[in-house]
Structures are given as C-alpha cells and as structure tokens.
C-alpha cells in the first residue's frame, strides 16, 4: 500500500516570493508521482508528473518539482508565485504497472498568495 | 475537446435517501475513475471504470456502486444515505490504456446529507 504526507496544511507566502510545497510518500513498490491543483469549486488539474528519467520535472503556471528516491520525496517548487497561484495543491502516487488507475493523494497544501 | 462533466453540480438529500451519480468522460476516454473528497478524509478512491468492466474498488461499503454504459459515461449509486456521505464526488476520465498517470478531472458534484 502506498501512502503520502504533506507535512504543510497551509502555506502564506508574499506575491512574487519563492515557495516549495512538501511531499513525501512511502510505497514498498516503485511508484508514479503527480502534483494536481484544484481552485476554488473546481475539480482538480494535473500540474506535472514523474514517470520516469530525469528527476528534475517541469510542469504548467512555471511550477517544477524533484524526485528524490533516496528521500522518497517530490516536492513542488516555483521561483515567484503570482496571485492567482492561490489555491489547494496535493501531491499523489500510483503504482506502477497495474494496468488500471489509482491515485492516492495527501491531504493537501492549501498555498495563500498575498500581496 | 469538450472536458468532464458531471451532473448534477450540487443535491441536496436527507438520510436515508439514495442518489444517482452521472459522469460523462472526455470524448475517446474509456476509463473513468470516482473520488470522494471530504475535509476529515481528504481525497479517496472509490471505483474505476474500463470498457464497462469495474477494475479496481477503494475501501468504501456496499452501499457505494458504479456502472460504466458503452459509450463510457458512468454513473455512481449511493443507498441509504448517510450523514457521512456529504461530500464532493469527483469524476475522472482517462484513456485508460498505456498508462501516462493523467487523470481529467470534472468539477465535482457536491453532496449535502441531511
């Protein structure tokens, strides 16, 4: 069974400052990664994924995150937010190989922008 | 392309009651998945969805079931409401073949149990 922590509920930063969003998860077997951002009343957009090779990934709205396996870690990164960056980030993962889809996510960082 | 959608967007049910779900994917995508979101529990899996064959069930009773017609839109089922299950129910389609781990998610229908 997989699981993910995102140690951070609730993130305040400064427009145009930069923010990391924390994300560690713990599987006994090897894993797909994805950061997804849901706004207010919407549902939920993908915003990167690592399923495999370079461990550095970039995604849309200029986010970027790193997989690192000895930490069992992928955290969300962005050199300058912008207002509109406000909303609820989770991290989730699938097991690799399946052949159906699973996601299991964290419980979520909710990134507050002001200004 | 049109996006997921998901009817109705909100209900309101007392407990007891059963609703009915709809969920139609993205044009092509075979797969559909549903989420239960709720702030205690977060993000769950419910069941997913391929060519009409349920593949794989989260941890959730009985009382939860799903169907997928051919043409791929889905429906979910809750019997005998329960205060519990007011929350956002998330519908997700992909391709469901060679697998790229993006889901498309619809704007949720939301739930109110009273």
């Known amino acids: 069974a997989q699981s993910v922590t995102q140690l951070d509920s609730q993130v305040p930063v400064f427009e145009e400052a930069p923010v990391e969003l924390r994300c560690n998860y713990s599987s006994s077997v090897s894993v797909y990664l994805f950061w997804y951002v849901q706004y207010p009343n919407q549902g939920l957009q993908l915003l990167l994924k690592?399923?495999?090779?370079?461990?550095l990934v970039k995604g849309i709205n200029g986010f970027e995150a790193e997989f690192n396996k000895s930490q069992t870690s992928f955290h969300l990164r962005k050199p300058s937010v912008h207002i509109s960056d406000t909303a609820e980030y989770f991290c989730a993962v699938s097991e690799m190989n399946t052949g159906f889809q699973k996601l299991v996510f964290g419980t979520g960082t909710r990134l507050l922008v002001s200004p | 392309k049109a996006g997921v959608t998901q009817t109705p967007r909100y209900l309101i049910k007392t407990r007891g009651q059963q609703v009915t779900l709809s969920c139609s994917p993205i044009?092509?995508?075979?797969?559909v998945s549903w989420y239960q979101q709720t702030p205690g529990q977060g993000l769950q899996f419910l069941f997913e969805y391929f060519s009409e064959t349920q593949r794989n069930k989260g941890n959730f009773p009985g009382r939860f079931s799903g169907r997928q017609f051919s043409n791929s839109r889905s429906e979910m089922n809750v019997s005998t409401l329960e205060l519990g299950d007011s929350a956002l129910y998330l519908c997700a389609s992909s391709y469901g073949q060679g697998y790229t781990g993006e889901l498309f998610f619809g704007e949720g229908s939301r739930l109110t149990v009273l």
């Open positions: 690592y399923l495999s090779g370079s461990t």
């Open positions: 044009s092509g995508h075979r797969s």
